[in-house]
């Protein structure tokens, strides 16, 4: 019996056939999420050596660019010498990523570890003087009872959290290095897929184009490429800009510290520079702890670091972030903390960190997809058209 399919209704069928599926799978993933999280866990650590490779590519890739573009093309033919010009590149590349390696283990790490272990040691030593202090100040005061009995409750929560939280910190330093240590054979090959990938780029670039048009409509297939550039763009703007500029806050937050002479001078730069990568609310972020540092040494000086970042932050802010970022992430504050919250929640530090350009580019999608269904229906785009 021959049997009219009706295409329609097919198609409907078969929707609801993949929405049942997909319901099924989320629901599966919902209800095992521990058991779902190691199974991911046990295939991306099969994947690690290629996935550090790419993204030690990528990071890399904007120092090869540089050595290429401003220094190897005036001194050799593009044309006559591309191969020399790349592996050239590449050497000077690794060169100098080995150096600053070398420099950071050499000078910055040993000092560092040296001011966490004396801060570790001497916080129960700085909360004590604190709390006489406040004892002294509180006893010239009249302060009821029970008022007194909650300051105190809370102050010595406090004290309990911050010795806690200084007692765990060198262990999880240490379960950090040893974490590190065991990764060294994946860094090691990941070091060697970042090369290839390096070396051959333009090559790995045109087959991913080949397959995308191989696949899909060349309608679709320009929008996938040009998605593709958008993100790199966002990401390779903001991630080498915000390095660069964080690096340059770092230091500048040294010199300053260290003419002034402040306590855990390379702690604190170090502080403030890490935490500059994250955009908006990082200065606050690595600000906050890095006062109470200063302030369990000398009060005063905590007050004037204060006022020292908040100067370096606003040259950062009107000089030095728009010579190297350019313009701005085009979103306004509140979807930057929106996407710190959400991103930092899931992913943790990373996730504070990759969380806005990530979002900017689902925020430059969604807006492509508002406007060109404005457009059809003829309506204007601004905003300030719909107040």
């Not at 005036?74 to 006559?80: A, G, T």
């Not at 009995?149 to 999880?172: C, H, M, Q, R």
């Not at 007050?303 to 000089?319: A, E, K, P, S, T």
Request: charged content about 15%; glycine content about 6%.
């Amino acid at each position: 019996m021959k049997v009219n399919w009706n295409t329609k209704y097919t198609t409907i069928a078969v929707y609801a056939f993949i929405v049942a599926v997909l319901s099924i799978v989320f629901y599966l993933i919902a209800s095992e999420v521990s058991l779902f999280k190691i199974q991911v866990n046990k295939y991306l650590s099969i994947f690690q050596p290629i996935i550090t490779g790419c993204i030690m590519a990528y990071l890399f890739n904007f120092i090869l660019e540089f050595f290429e573009k401003w220094i190897l093309s005036k001194l050799f033919s593009v044309d006559k010498n591309k191969k020399l010009i790349r592996i050239i590149g590449i050497i000077l590349t690794y060169l100098v990523v080995a150096l600053l390696f070398y420099l950071f283990l050499k000078f910055v790490l040993p000092q560092l570890i040296s001011s966490i272990m004396g801060l570790v040691n001497d916080i129960p030593g700085y909360f004590t003087a604190i709390t006489n202090k406040i004892n002294e100040i509180t006893s010239d005061f009249y302060i009821d009872e029970a008022y007194y009995d909650i300051i105190l409750s809370k102050w010595n929560e406090f004290v309990e959290y911050i010795i806690g939280f200084a007692t765990d910190l060198v262990p999880k330093l240490g379960n950090l290095t040893k974490t590190i240590i065991s990764s060294i054979w994946n860094i090691v090959l990941g070091i060697i897929v970042s090369i290839y990938l390096l070396l051959d780029k333009e090559r790995f670039k045109a087959l991913s184009k080949k397959i995308v048009v191989s696949i899909f409509s060349e309608k679709n297939a320009n929008r996938i490429m040009e998605l593709v550039r958008r993100i790199d763009h966002i990401f390779g703007r903001f991630l080498s800009g915000k390095i660069l500029d964080s690096t340059i806050i770092g230091i500048l937050t040294f010199i300053v510290l260290k003419i002034v002479n402040m306590p855990y001078v390379l702690l604190v730069s170090f502080i403030v520079g890490i935490t500059n990568i994250i955009p908006f609310f990082g200065p606050f972020i690595g600000a906050i702890p890095s006062f109470f540092i200063i302030f369990f040494v000398s009060p005063v000086k905590g007050f004037w670091f204060l006022v020292i970042i908040l100067i370096i932050q606003q040259i950062d802010g009107n000089i030095i972030g728009p010579k190297i970022l350019g313009d701005s992430l085009g979103i306004s504050a509140f979807w930057i903390l929106f996407s710190l919250l959400v991103a930092g929640k899931l992913f943790g530090l990373v996730g504070m960190v990759v969380g806005v350009p990530l979002f900017v580019f689902i925020y430059s999608i969604i807006k492509d997809v508002v406007e060109y269904r404005l457009d059809k229906k003829g309506l204007p785009r601004d905003t300030e058209e719909y107040y």
